[in-house]
């Protein structure tokens, strides 16, 4: 990797490694304008193509793109060449949580502080679907100031991994932070799952060894069953009460978020954070689209962009196209030409409908959502997605019957290419993305 050690895309002087994994390496960076530091993940694209990591991976950007809260480490942008991908992200010069636990356990007050940013953290991740799936004081890094800001979103979930049963199946996470549902293979709640991984970290925080150790794997896992542990002698009343409601076997009796968040010994000295970075848009009374994830896009969109082979789009069959019309302008259009078009239309939420047809095909009724997203100031992308129907009927529905009843809102269509290039139009949005991205400090990606 000694084309990264120097300069990186013209914008990044890049400097030490930081650190090293199986198909990833770290380094230190510094913007060469602005000066700031940030460290930049290099990963091996050819590595994770053969081992089937790319879906994971296009997870990852995802979530970290989803989650930007103080007290998560931020997703600055994403570039890539044909060989690797370069996640820019903060700097978190502090180095791991688990460094100054393996030091020794921390005092009350200190513990109190970072179990209380974890949990911020963590509450903000499951009000966005996020589950993180591997939270340990190795993936807990400390600032300049001591706050502690939560990384490594590897394994994370996101609600389209939930099974039909409304639960996830994977079996991940690190074996002494792992809860026992998620070692019974039975399916579970990924939120659940996280408050115990919580709950062993404060004690670990607390105590300076683990609740569940032992040097067989399967000794250790009945205890986890069981929640067999024993707290050390300095443990606080209050401390031991609020771990024995975090390391409850059964996830349905343990406790929730915003129960931690009324217990005392939690709120002591207790400040929720400033978000101020967690919103791109200045919040209104009226409700507006989703932002469009600007990766997922350019992927989407465009087959002429070296990122457009990043990933295997695996997706159900569906169509996409951009539009400078308004979102309540392209809701009211769709509607009105499904119902045209004798189709039934119901509203899911506000910039999401269900359409549905009247005539029985090959499989069954063909039905679709149609979906508006924010992807720039005056630029919307519109998903159309089939849910059920024959795919070939629905390829036929979109392309005689959809595209020219929307011809007049469409600006441009899903792979509408001219002479093999990238459409004019395509490149627009893209700039416009980069724009918007760069004039509200939110992930991009540079081509």
């Known amino acids: 990797m000694e084309e990264v050690r120097s300069m990186l895309f013209g914008k990044y002087e890049t400097g030490r490694l930081l650190g090293k994994g199986t198909f990833a390496k770290v380094y230190y960076a510094k913007h060469m304008v602005s000066g700031e530091s940030v460290a ?78 974890l949990i911020s953290a963590i509450d903000f991740c499951h009000s966005r679907g996020v589950s993180h799936r591997d939270l340990k004081p190795e993936n807990l890094l400390l600032d300049e100031n001591e706050d502690l800001k939560v990384s490594d979103f590897g394994l994370s979930a996101l609600p389209e991994q939930l099974r039909n049963d409304g639960l996830l199946h994977t079996q991940c996470g690190t074996p002494a932070y792992v809860a026992p549902e998620v070692l019974r293979k039975k399916g579970y709640d990924g939120a659940k799952a996280d408050m115990w991984s919580c709950g062993v970290i404060l004690f670990v925080l607390l105590a300076g060894f683990l609740p569940f150790q032992e040097e067989n794997l399967m000794k250790m896992y009945r205890k986890v069953f069981k929640a067999e542990y024993q707290f050390p002698p300095w443990f606080s009343s209050e401390a031991k009460r609020l771990i024995s409601k975090l390391l ?54 465009s087959s002429g962009f ?57 499989k069954g009724r063909l039905s679709l959502t149609a979906e508006v997203f924010e992807v720039a100031p005056e630029v919307a992308i519109v998903e159309l997605l089939k849910s059920a129907g024959d795919t070939l009927e629905y390829a036929k529905f979109c392309e005689e019957d959809v595209r020219p009843a929307l011809k007049d809102i469409v600006w441009t269509w899903q792979g509408d290419n001219h002479n093999g290039n990238v459409s004019n139009n395509i490149k627009i949005v893209f700039n416009k993305i980069q724009k918007f991205c760069f004039n509200n400090n939110c992930p991009k990606i540079v081509l």
């Open 248 to 301: 409850v076997a059964d996830p349905q009796r343990r406790i929730t978020i915003p129960a931690i968040m009324r217990v005392p010994w939690f709120r002591k000295g207790f400040s929720r954070p400033n978000h101020s970075r967690t919103s791109l848009r200045t919040s209104t009374n009226s409700p507006s689209p989703a932002f469009f994830n600007a990766f997922e896009f350019i992927s989407s969109m």
């Open 40 to 117: 930049i993940k290099v990963i091996n694209k050819d590595y994770v193509k053969k081992e089937g990591m790319m879906e994971q991976i296009k997870r990852e950007i995802s979530v970290m793109r989803l989650v930007r809260h103080p007290n998560i480490v931020e997703l600055k942008e994403v570039m890539a060449t044909k060989t690797k991908i370069f996640f820019v992200m903060e700097y978190v010069r502090g180095g791991e949580l688990f460094a100054k636990v393996a030091k020794g356990k921390l005092k009350e007050d200190q513990s109190r502080k970072y179990f209380q940013q």
């Open 306 to 362: 070296d990122l457009s082979s990043l990933f295997e789009n695996q997706k159900k069959a569906g169509s996409m196209f951009t539009s400078k019309c308004s979102a309540a302008a392209i809701m009211a259009k769709i509607e009105l030409v499904a119902k045209g078009l004798k189709f039934r239309v119901a509203k899911v939420k506000d910039f999401k409908l269900k359409l549905q047809g009247q005539s029985e095909g090959r």
